[in-house]
């Protein structure tokens, strides 16, 4: 049976548009898949333990040797990885918080970084290989080519390094400039927001269309 990993990060709620488009690609998952499930975790209502020195290093410490901090941090990560390899296909909503990712979602990745589990410490190799993994990315502002803040989005470009060991590769989908309906002195970049953002919801509602129908 087909099961989705549907994850959001946001922290803006109803108004967030990673959220908007994370929904959609949902609905067209379940769509094309009737018989399906679905695990729903929101990373910005819930968010993930940062790794920390009292727990965080349980990666590296035999099980046996755990202390109760350690303990937490692993059953939690096994948790996470286990989420992932339930899951045919993993949605993440990636918005772009001061040039970076949210760090609830820098701590999902570490967390996904566990030997044994997740990656094979002998050989290096990927575990959790295999998934689609689309990644829905909003941004405030315009970062591409030719623009003031070119290259400044260190979000999607860091992601697939961040997740590498795993052997996840996520696919993106982008929707910029999404701050120019509530900031003024963005109001003339609005045309160019709703063609983003059409463009990605399209690109999401292609994502499960067999491909005699979308011929």
Do not use: C
């Not at 286990?82 to 979602?105: F, Q």
Request: hydrophobic share 45%; no cysteine; aromatic share 6%.
């Amino acid at each position: 049976m087909a099961h989705l990993l549907h994850i959001d990060s946001s922290i803006t709620g109803e108004r967030s548009v990673s959220r908007r488009l994370t929904a959609r690609a949902a609905a067209a998952w379940r769509a094309a898949h009737p018989g399906g499930t679905v695990t729903y975790r929101d990373l910005g209502q819930s968010p993930v333990p940062h790794l920390d020195a009292a727990g965080g290093l349980a990666r590296m410490v035999p099980p046996e040797q755990h202390t109760p901090e350690q303990r937490a941090s692993w059953q939690l990560t096994e948790e996470l990885v286990g989420e992932v390899t339930r899951a045919d296909t993993i949605l993440l909503g990636l918005p772009l918080y001061n040039y970076g990712a949210p760090s609830v979602v820098k701590s999902w990745v570490d967390h996904l970084i566990a030997p044994g589990i997740a990656y094979d410490p002998a050989t290096g190799a990927g575990l959790l290989g295999g998934r689609e993994f689309v990644v829905l990315v909003s941004r405030g502002g315009g970062y591409g080519a030719g623009t003031p803040k070119e290259g400044w989005d260190h979000a999607a470009p860091w992601l697939p390094h961040g997740i590498s060991m795993t052997g996840l590769e996520p696919r993106f989908i982008s929707a910029e400039l999404t701050l120019a309906p509530v900031n003024p002195a963005m109001a003339e970049l609005i045309p160019l927001h709703e063609q983003s953002l059409a463009s990605a919801e399209r690109a999401v509602d292609e994502l499960w269309v067999p491909a005699a129908a979308a011929a």
